[in-house]
């Protein structure tokens, strides 16, 4: 069974929003209330399922938002069936009558319009593939690089314990006594001349 939003009932009927299907979907009988405000009818229900959603963490109602998004049975399809293009600029006309009366009463709800406007939307209209697909590959380079580095740690310690390290000491050791040796020649020879001015 395949379950649809809005949306995505608008763009199988062809041309329609998600506002407009609800009003279209109102005004068939399977929804009522108002945008922003739905509630499915007696004669929806076999075809609509609702989810509600809550966010926020307590206080104020503004900073809790809550909504209820739904999703339709394919056979709404059937049952809808044409819609008119004059019953289309009709849906429009209503959905934008609607916007400018809820904005003069300063009334227009966020949340529950986005609601409406995507009225759960689980579709993949805007999703960018491309950079989801980007974020996963560094993520799985990085999960990649961290597990290499934890396997070859121990491996990286022996070689340094046993080889790296032993070379560098032997190393600077060879450096320092040659530059020593050079030191300790030098301090002879000059106290040796000195000593031979000295007893002429």
């Given amino acids: 069974m ?30 009522d209330g108002e945008p922003g405000a739905w509630g499915v009818t007696g004669k929806g229900a076999p075809y609509a399922t609702e989810s509600y959603h809550h966010r926020g963490v307590g206080g104020y109602d503004m ?9 339709w049975d394919e056979s709404i399809l059937d049952e809808i069936g044409d819609v008119s293009s004059e019953q289309r600029r009709e849906l429009a006309e209503k959905v934008a009558l609607h916007r400018i009366q809820a904005r003069e009463r300063n009334l227009e709800p966020v949340i529950p319009e986005m609601a409406d406007d995507m009225d759960g939307d689980i579709s993949d209209e805007g999703f960018d593939y491309a950079a989801a697909g980007r974020i996963m590959l560094w993520f799985a380079v990085a999960a990649g690089l961290g597990y290499a580095a934890y396997k070859a740690a121990p491996y990286v310690k022996a070689w340094w314990v046993d080889t790296a390290h032993p070379a560098l000491r032997n190393a600077r050791q060879r450096f320092k006594s040659r530059f020593e040796g050079d030191d300790g020649r030098n301090g002879e020879d000059g106290s040796d001349s000195t000593g031979d001015a000295d007893a002429e």
Avoid: D, F, K, Q
Avoid at 9 to 21: D, F, K, P, S, W
Avoid at 63 to 71: F, L
């Fill in 2 to 31: 395949v379950r649809m939003s809005a949306a995505i009932l608008g763009r199988e009927i062809g041309g329609l929003t998600a506002a407009e299907v609800n009003m279209l979907l109102h005004e068939r009988g399977y929804l």
């Fill in 63 to 71: 900073y809790n938002p809550e909504w209820t998004t739904r999703t």
